[in-house]
């Protein structure tokens, strides 16, 4: 449970009459010295702001407070309006939530005050079983309240396509996203040359043609012997330059080719992301406009930053139909870290709520909004750490036609 039964408390049970609450107290008739308990018709408020249970024997007041980042249930007792020696009350309260298991929560007496061993969480949906111990005589208070709840029939269930499916315990994968540009790699290109000086007889290919290893590309004659001797393709791949002409003087570099069934992704990591990158980790690639992606493995990591304070780091791509194109822009998302999250719901699910993020459990036909603590999120997953527990079953397409309804029904609150 995470902070605020506050609605509980304080202002929740006047300022939305949507809210069916009710307290009662109650004595357990098959013992003696029990007092008789009564229904508490008008909520009260206690000397210290809190929720007020009432007893002809014993008062309890319950107020939520603020401490070092925790939201702790003090009670206070009153007989006959004054206050009670709390070494001699004890209280435990019974919570149970919607489609949770009952959680019991204890008490020790603190100065003037019962103070709660766990941290009160919401959500404020909840009914509570308080038993309390004074004097020999044993009290029961009953308190429900409900909140951020809607309930849909299932014809309009389908009809918004509301999609749900249980909470369980999975991995999330942490990623850092680079930038990139699709580069030839330095084994797959060739800068084809003429053994001998000479003259450029003829040349039998062009710019863009695919050629296999061992086919012809040019025809040299040596200008020392005027024999004429053909150059062959060392590699298979595409002609991607041509520096001579025929008739000129074959002295340097004839052309290039380059193989591209294998491509490197040259990325960009800054001094934020270099610190998390490994050599082996996983890689995702994809075009700018999300036509296509791949997967890779970083394979090399510069050991300098460059003056611009980047580390040049290299993912390799299998390019057999050639999409990947060298100069083209690309971002991947690169595998950092693994979390064994105990709770991980769908990214899609996760709504915010009264400036929290929230998801929206559902029990039957009953649709109820539940704040939740986050941990490690990517694009598909995400982990909760406080407000939802394994099985529980929660929404997880078009949850904003629930967060519309609980709205237009007036069930949100301010603390």
């Known amino acids: 449970m995470n902070k605020t039964l506050i609605a509980l408390l304080i202002t929740q049970l006047f300022a939305f009459p949507l809210f069916s609450s009710t307290a009662i107290a109650s004595d357990d008739n098959h013992k003696e010295g029990h007092e008789e308990g009564h229904k508490d018709e008008h909520a009260e408020k206690g000397p210290h702001g809190g929720f007020l249970l009432t007893n002809n024997k014993l008062d309890l007041e319950l107020k939520l407070t603020q401490f070092a980042g925790n939201t702790e249930l003090r009670i206070y007792g009153?007989?006959?309006?004054?206050?009670?020696?709390?070494?001699?009350?004890?209280?435990?309260?019974?919570?149970?939530?919607?489609?949770?298991?009952?959680?019991?929560?204890?008490?020790?007496?603190?100065?003037?005050?019962?103070?709660?061993?766990v941290s009160v969480n919401e959500p404020h949906s909840f009914k509570l079983d308080v038993m309390a111990?004074?004097?020999?005589?044993?009290i029961n208070y009953h308190y429900e309240q409900e909140e951020g709840r809607t309930t849909l029939s299932e014809q309009a269930i389908e009809r918004a396509g509301i999609k749900t499916q249980l909470a369980q315990s999975g991995t999330v994968e942490l990623t850092d996203t680079l930038f990139g540009v699709i580069a030839p790699t330095a084994h797959g290109t060739v800068e084809v040359m003429a053994p001998y000086t000479g003259l450029v007889n003829d040349i039998f290919v062009s710019i863009g043609q695919n050629v296999k290893?061992?086919?012809?590309l040019a025809s040299v004659t040596n200008r020392e012997t005027l024999q004429n001797y053909i150059i062959k393709s060392p590699i298979t791949g595409v002609i991607t330059d041509q520096y001579l002409k025929r008739g000129e003087l074959a002295s340097s570099a004839?052309?290039?080719?380059?193989?591209?069934?294998?491509?490197?992704?040259?990325?960009?990591?800054?001094?934020?992301?270099?610190?998390?990158?490994?050599?082996?980790?996983?890689?995702?690639?994809?075009?700018?406009?999300?036509?296509?992606?791949?997967?890779?493995?970083?394979?090399?990591?510069?050991?300098?930053?460059?003056?611009?304070?980047?580390?040049r780091a290299r993912v390799e791509l299998k390019n057999p139909d050639g999409h990947w194109r060298p100069g083209m822009h690309v971002n991947s998302d690169i595998s950092t870290a693994n979390i064994n999250a105990a709770v991980r719901v769908k990214a899609t699910a996760v709504q915010e709520f009264n400036g929290k993020p929230s998801v929206f459990i559902k029990s039957g036909n009953v649709f109820e909004v539940r704040p939740v603590k986050l941990g490690a999120k990517n694009s598909e997953w995400v982990e909760v750490l406080e407000g939802l527990s394994v099985n529980s079953e929660y929404v997880t397409e078009n949850s904003y036609v629930i967060k519309a309804d609980i709205l237009k029904s007036g069930a949100s609150h301010s603390h």
Do not use: C
């Open 78 to 117: 009153f007989d006959n309006n004054k206050a009670v020696d709390i070494n001699q009350l004890s209280v435990t309260i019974n919570v149970q939530r919607l489609s949770e298991k009952p959680e019991l929560v204890r008490f020790k007496a603190e100065e003037s005050y019962l103070v709660s061993t």
């Open 133 to 138: 111990k004074y004097k020999g005589a044993k």
């Open 213 to 216: 290893k061992g086919d012809k």
């Open 254 to 311: 004839l052309m290039q080719i380059v193989n591209l069934k294998t491509v490197w992704v040259e990325l960009s990591a800054f001094p934020e992301n270099i610190e998390k990158l490994a050599i082996g980790q996983n890689a995702k690639v994809y075009d700018l406009h999300h036509h296509l992606n791949a997967q890779g493995e970083v394979f090399f990591i510069a050991p300098m930053m460059s003056g611009g304070h980047i580390a």
